[in-house]
């Protein structure tokens, strides 16, 4: 393949050994590719698809490989990453215009100095704007602030033909499960949404379908299946005058689930709103003070005591500190029944006090891959086991200890933490070796043929990619699945954009 320039202004480049590192993405796996570009504007996304449409090639959408579900991993093909497509535009109570290549700790750095917030918080702030977009992204907040689609109020899409779909909240609606959608060249793409009834908790698994619902929502969370999104217009809100977060240590995990249970309710009366509710357990708490002890890297996290079994970590959101404070006293009293106590939590009132917090709630991914990360030196086909479904409200208890039992009968190291307000804590499995990885494989079917029976979702934020479409059959089933990809058909006949992702691809 020659470089491609002469009638074209993007660029595009066969693929070689300096683009290697576009061949994986968090997830670690890699793959291959013939070609890869980086375009600079919707115009030169738009000269690349028609490029790899003339030449039957397949194409992979890249955000900020930040994604631990292989989505970004090419099979063959084009590879059209959007890293230079990173513009910001001027942010305003009204909201702020995106291009998708900007990462999200870009665009807090602009909008937090002028009052305004941004809520969608995955714990990876390196990630991109229209990759969150595209997998719905979520993160510890999502307990009050919602997903991404709360957030995305228009997009503009770069469909597998070239063509372009423009999209605004709250103009196009579907009518029952009938669509209909214009793109900017005059043609209507219509059909039948999938006829499912999603759960009723947090889940980035499959099409978003409803009946009656705003087609904007189809598009988010669609993991580059259905289009390449090329701007996203964000809504913003006036930044919380007071921030405050509250790690509390607790001598059990029985008892951090009823400081959960207990929390989700206790605040409805208040100024104060609770947004965040995470979860350590024993293991990620060892993990960590392995972690500080050990590596350099991990000396900023705070010491923990020994005592520490297990950890809770809240955070308020209020016009006022006094709200805060009165709000965080009522928690601290039944943080005390449960057995813990006001000296052993630790306060953050001031973005330089969070700083370190949210250090520590980063460190506990970051360590597990570091650690799995060690252990392929020894065993390179391993990889870690990582959880990330949510289950009702009323299912939280018995979902923890069917993993805590799993666990333990099979003598599996493990760490479990995460967005326990939401009910979906991501269980990481710590295999040494491929026997202990295919025992934690079976068992970790097992439980989401369970999460599903309970009503859960098996993917509450990371979207399916390529390695969980096993688990999106086990949820919807087989009949369901084609009617997603009958839906994919419709926006993309040829299969061209990221085949393999959410659904095998057609042959
Ligand atoms: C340490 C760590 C912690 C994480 N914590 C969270 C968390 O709390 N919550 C959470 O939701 N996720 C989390 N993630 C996963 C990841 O950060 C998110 O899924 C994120 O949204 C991916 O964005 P990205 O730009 O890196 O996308 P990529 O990884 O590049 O791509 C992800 C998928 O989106 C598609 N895509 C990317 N950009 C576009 C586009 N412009 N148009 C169409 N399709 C596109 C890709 O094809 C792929 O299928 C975490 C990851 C890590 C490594």
Known sequence: MRKCSITMTVQISPFNTDFQEFLSDESKRTGTADAITFPTTEAEVIEAVRYANERGLKLITQGARTGIVAGAVPEGGLIINLRSMNAIGEPTADGVVVQPGALLCDLRDIIEPVGLFFGPDPTETSASIGGMAACNASGAMSFYYGAMRSWVQSLRMVLSDGDVISIKRAENFSKGRSFSLTTESGRTISGQLPDYTMPDVKSAAGYY???????????IGSEGTLGIITETGLRLTPRPAAINGLTIFLPSEQAAIELVNAARSMFAESEAALVAIEFFNHDALDLLRNAKATNPAFEAIPALKDQYHTAIYVEFHAPD???????AMELIETVMELGGSDEDTWFATTDRELEPIKAFRHATPEAVNLLIGERKRD???LTKLGTDMSVPDDCLADALAMYNAGLSERGLESVIFGHIGNNHVHVNILPHDMDQYSIGRELYLGWADKVVKMGGSVSAEHGIGRLKVPFLEMMYGNGTIAQMRALKKLFDPNGLLN????FQAQG
């Open 499 to 502: 085949p393999g992702v959410m």
């Open 321 to 327: 500190a006094d709200a805060i404070e009165e709000a």
């Open 379 to 381: 065993v390179p086909e």
């Open 209 to 219: 379908a409803a009946d009656d619902m705003d087609l904007i929502d189809l598009l």
